[in-house]
């Protein structure tokens, strides 16, 4: 008996003394096949006196689900808890292990597995499957963890991202990074303006005066929020937004000319196939080696198609250069030729001349983007990966399991801690 116990227990991974194995089975339990270890998990003292004298008063049976390597076979300790009464204070009391939680048919090492799980790009249906248990049972899992994110409202990181993304009810989310390790401050469940201010305002004026850098794209409020939260901190607009801005916006304008043309006529057809030359940098366009394009029936180099492209609208040519000198000073944090480009009076069109006040409206944080090293490409990835946990998972309803979800995915939760999620007092 004693070998049967230890050769079970070490197969198993249980360490409790107080649980003795006797054997083990395979049952048919409605047309599949269950492994059934039989065990009794003894009471050697009162936990209320700890007394040992104590009265056995008969058993309870729990059908505890433990963790298995085949999901085809699930396995299953049939627990006999011992039922006492203490003869010395006379309370009654019933038998309890770390394997399971009081009341609970699914062992804590369940648990923890499906929390391992968890911190991966799946969907809770899989992993419910696997581990043969039910979406509700992952989904309390999930929960139990929302406990442990808390935050620490007397410091805040040196360098701030903000940005949002769409997510429960195609809603957007206001999401705060860390510019420095690139780890998420936190989460809100909208973008406007007093909830940020709600949220922030938490934080003591010490910890606030700590922030230098907030770094943003060009929506309308978040310079506002900046500056009334973070006193000390330069605004700093992402690098990649303003050169999103300025191609949108040629686009825009090239389609408008494009449409003035016949669309069998040539100047229609090098507008409009080749497009994507016009957003490229020029310095990247093929100058040398011609190509036969079917279009113009003709053999042209990039450069040529985009400069013959060009010549028919010279305010479109002033908007292409102005797109190019800035995408260039950009690149080459040339803070002078960007203040020289927004004060340029070219004749531009309506959409880059929008753009172009844009900049100037955030003149400080337009100059402020150029010289800085921190972007928002590190939360751009962040974002990346929200988007994939919501299509693996086909949306999320709940917004409370998509933050939980992207806080596990993140590896925020240590795995020495897992292992104290799930015992209960």
Known sequence: ????????????????????????????????????????????????????????????????????????????????????????????????????????????TSKRKILSALTEDRSMTSIAREHNVSVNTVQRVLEVCSSKFYDAFDHLPEHLAFDEFKGVGKKLHFICLDGDTHKVVQILRTRFKPDILRYFY??????????????????????????????????????????QMLTRSFNIFRVQIMKQFNKRSREYKLLKSPWKLYLMKYDKLNKTTPYYDWHFKDCLTQEHVVLDGL?????????????????????????????????????????MHQTLLTFKRNYSGVLNGITSTYSNGCL??????????????????????????????????????????????
């Open 1 to 108: 008996m004693s070998s049967l116990n230890d050769y079970i227990k070490f197969t198993l991974d249980i360490e409790d003394k107080n649980i003795i194995f006797s054997d083990y089975s395979n049952e048919n339990i409605n047309g599949k096949i269950y492994k059934i270890y039989l065990a009794e998990l003894i009471q050697p003292t009162c936990p209320y006196c700890r007394s040992t004298n104590l009265k056995h008063n008969g058993h309870y049976v729990s059908n505890v689900r433990f963790i298995t390597a085949d999901a085809s076979k699930p396995v299953t300790i049939r627990l006999r808890k011992q039922r006492v009464l203490c003869n010395d204070c006379l309370k009654r009391s019933m038998a309890q292990s770390n394997l399971v939680n009081k009341g609970c048919y699914i062992s804590n």
């Open 311 to 351: 010549d028919c609208d010279q305010t479109l040519e002033n908007t292409y250069w102005v797109m190019q000198d800035f995408m260039t000073a950009i690149q080459d944090n040339d803070e002078k030729k960007v203040i020289h480009l927004l004060h340029s009076k070219q004749n531009v069109g309506k959409q």
């Open 202 to 243: 938490k934080f003591t004026p010490k910890a606030r005066a700590m922030v230098k850098t907030v770094t943003m794209d060009l929506n309308c409020y978040y310079p506002l929020v900046a500056r009334e939260l973070f006193p000390n901190a330069q605004i700093v607009i992402d690098r990649f937004h303003m050169v």
């Open 380 to 425: 751009e990835g962040v974002n990346r990966k929200i988007k994939q946990i919501e299509r693996t998972a086909y949306g999320y309803r709940n917004f409370k399991h998509l933050l939980i979800r992207i806080r596990l995915e993140e590896n925020i939760i240590k795995e020495k801690e897992s292992n104290s999620y799930f015992l209960a007092a």
